[in-house]
């Protein structure tokens, strides 16, 4: 959705008429002092540490660590209000803590499994802040538990199946949890007697949280649910001289940037960056599933050029070709290996503990599979990676960071394997795609201080024939709309652009715009893309991308050429952090390119400069993998030539 390179412009609207010596009369409804409610939750148990003696007549053989289960929580509440952001919260109510640990082998060489199912009455008063103008809020307070419920049930499959109830269980129990929750008001502004729907989530770290006096189980649990809350307001009369009312200066300007034809798709040669990099899933040390594995039959024949050309097979998912290519990465490292016999290459693991296992698989699977020498394959391990996505200090979404700094690295100082184009990454591979739908045949919407001054605004296209699209809401300076999806199967046409926003103080503001699209299905254009991949939260990489951009991409633009330069983010951190990043990213990108351009006597070159942040409509891959992630760390450059 986010579209932010911002066109200098602004334009002030005119105030309204102030009205001197009139006063108006204001009913308003006071927001309630107490509240008092139900809730409903799911607690989500993530069990950890060890349990094996069960009770005194019954220690099993295999001890068990972690686990999982889902039970429910129910309670009622009361909550205390007073004039300001802070407030007090109390629930009392049932807090199942129950679940199932993970299978385990018995020495029988047969699964055994274990159930818990504890729960607890929960008594947890909290300290509540309200965001201002907000129906957000926070709390966060200590938990005290009581035992009620401590049943087991164990089965030795085959052998034994026993049920029972787990001895050494604490009867008391004092933790803390801190969480988020929303007021949605379901009755109106004016009605006193106040009704309230809150969904919230609350996290309870294992802190204080073991259940037994005996071993090292652990509870960590997330809680989401929602409340119901009832509280009664008073009406009362402000008198609000119409003197004081100060209308408030709507300042947003509307501009529309149409291409002049709708290109429905387009060849492209791709030049694909290639991660340097094996990432290991968690608690594992053999190579993923999702990186495509060969047999030495299969190797024998494999080349690196069999991924340059389309493929038959359609693929489903965004950037799949791409990710392909990437989950490749062993068996083009084997070809390029095979082929140039005097290239060596070093493979560093982390964490320090498992990372030398890791960089031994893929060392095994180069020598067995490939035939490589293993003296030409040099195994570390260290703590972290050279450049790691977990930072000194840093406490918000370690785990996906972490997940990030188990890898494998891969490094060779032979060209034949990787390009010195920006942190050492494998030499690029050159793929055909078709891609639908280019970003230049996009639409794009620019209401220059709508973040600022609107709550939202909407669009309607009208063309012709007064056949109206609908558009929105949006609430950023920036969107874009498919130009393809606008025109349809119309060969062209006239579309009056009209601009419905809400201010912050309450009024509506209209604004038009036209633009006139072509379609263009004659011939399939074709156009280039090269990419740049940063590290974790850089911008300032740019630099070492200077002999990729100078050298290698500007000669490829021609005079009349349009480059779209679009930089994106991935989902971890702030939204409007990721999308200054990205903006910075792209900007410096074409200010290398115009550079080496100017230099070379090339002035003819339409640039359109676009950041796109961590929007997921917009981003080139999922966010779902750590390959994805860095992938979306992206400058994307397409070069599409002059029509001829």
Known sequence: MLLQYK???????????????????????????????????????????????????????????????????????????????????????????????NDVVAPCNCDATLHTDAAYVAVEPSLRLAVPASNLYFFAGPRLAFNIQNGFSY???????????????????????????????????????????????????????????????????????????????????????????VPVAVDVTFSVRAPKAVPLKRQVSETLPLLNAVFFDDGANTIPDRYIALNKAQADNFKEEQLQEEQSVTMSGRSARQLNVYHNILNILGDRMRTN??????????????????????????????????????????????????????????VLLRAEDRRVDIASTSPELLMEVGGGMMKPVHINTMQTDPLDSYVVLNVDGAKKQLNSWSINATDDRSVTQHYGPFTNDQESISGIAMIGNNPEGNYKITMTGETK?????????????????????????????????????????????????????????????????????EEDYNQKLSDSRAQQTQKVLESSLSATGKNNVKFETLGFGEDINHSPFENALPEERFYNRTVVIDIIPTNK
């Open 505 to 573: 103080n309450g009024t509506t503001i209209t604004k038009e715009n036209t633009v006139h699209l072509i379609r263009q299905d004659a011939a399939i254009q074709k156009g280039l893309r090269y990419s740049v991949v940063f590290d974790f939260d850089k911008a300032i990489g740019i630099a070492s991308y200077n002999k990729l951009l100078t050298d290698i991409v500007s000669p490829l633009i021609t005079d009349g050429s349009t480059v779209i330069v679009h930089g994106h983010t991935d989902i971890i951190g």
């Open 7 to 101: 066109m200098i412009k602004r334009a002030i609207l005119l105030s309204a008429i102030v009205v001197l010596s009139q006063v108006a009369a204001q009913a308003q409804v006071t927001q309630p002092t107490w509240w008092w409610g139900l809730s409903g939750a799911a607690n989500f148990n993530f069990y950890d540490g060890t349990t094996q003696t069960l009770n005194s007549s019954l220690m099993v053989p295999t001890a068990f660590h972690k686990g999982f289960g889902i039970k429910p929580y129910g309670s009622v509440l009361v909550e205390y209000r007073p004039a300001g952001i802070w407030g007090i919260m109390l629930n009392v109510g049932y807090d199942g803590r129950g679940g199932k640990f």
């Open 155 to 245: 089965t030795q499959v085959k052998q034994l199946n026993t049920n029972g109830e787990l001895s050494n269980m604490r009867k008391t129990l004092v933790s803390g949890q801190v969480g988020v929750g929303y007021e949605i008001p379901l009755a109106s502004a004016t009605n006193p007697n106040k009704i309230n729907l809150s969904p919230f989530v609350s996290y309870q770290p294992y802190f204080g949280q073991a259940p037994r006096s005996i071993e090292s189980w652990q509870v960590t649990t997330i809680r989401a649910g929602i409340a119901l809350k009832f509280g009664k307001g008073h009406k009362k009369v402000v008198e609000i001289p119409a003197a004081a009312i």
């Open 341 to 398: 016999p005097g290239t060596t290459i070093s493979l560093t693991g982390a964490p320090a503990g498992d990372g030398k296992i890791m960089a031994e698989s893929i060392k095994m699977y180069l020598t067995d599979t490939f035939g490589i020498n293993g003296s030409r394959i040099t195994t570390l391990a260290r703590k972290k990676p050279a450049n790691p996505s977990e930072q000194p200090g840093g406490n918000k979404e370690l």
